[in-house]
């Protein structure tokens, strides 16, 4: 029901007259509810980085974040966004470039301030509210979006705007998002003691995952290894967590030894 009520909203509704780009308005107010989300829980928590160091890290953030999003971007496709020009190129973005962008901004910035307590807990919640309000909008966008999927006679293909069932993976993404939300959620109230900057990191490892395994259902370009872009990108971010993920490996060993 929820697809189908999605399918029916108009990309460019008329508003007053004018059309409404949906797309990217849900974009805006990703960002605008995102950050909201953030100064409601900082409000409501302890915070043991001072509003000073916190601003440099937001700083350090955006500008990794808008760096490494066309980087990626352009790499998905070179060769097509190389003819379409600069313009086309500043506007290309991927959200998975901005995420490891932002953490190599914010690991930067923090090294200049001499910041040692890690910083990603308070924003998980909120970059994944975002992620889903964002991603909603490409849904919407439909063939204008480079979210869909190849073509399928899978039974939740769907027609996107060329008449042809394909994988709606902007959906998928949207309801695994919401299961890694309520997930970290009682991860973050559960009796399991948890090091600071943990819940940050299994976002990435498992967001990183997903995107990793889902990249094969999209038309991409395959350069290395038969591998895209964002899963070379993927990679990068599993050898940059592997101590993390070692951890977890141990942990959840252990308790299986246990039952």
Known sequence: MIMIFLSSI?????????K???????????????????????????????????LSIIIGAIFGALFFSRLIAFLENPVLHWDQGWIAIFNNKTIMGGLFGGL????FAKKIIGEQQSSGDLFTLPIILGIIIGRTGCFLAGMKEFTYGKTTNFFLGMDLGDGLDRHPIALYEIF???LLFIGIQKL?????????????????VSYFGFRFLVEFLKPNSFYILGLSSIQILCLLCFLYYHQFILQGIFYARKKLHLL
């Open 10 to 18: 108009p990309i460019e509704p008329e508003l007053f007259g004018h």
């Open 20 to 54: 409404v780009n949906v797309h990217l308005v849900l974009e805006y107010l990703a960002f605008l509810v995102g950050f909201r989300y953030y100064l409601f829980l900082r409000k409501n928590s302890t915070d043991n980085i001072s509003s000073n160091n916190r």
């Open 104 to 107: 190599l901004g914010v690991e």
């Open 176 to 178: 695994f998002l919401i």
């Open 188 to 204: 973050k109230h559960s009796a399991v003691s948890l090091e600071n900057g943990s819940l940050f990191k299994v976002f990435m």
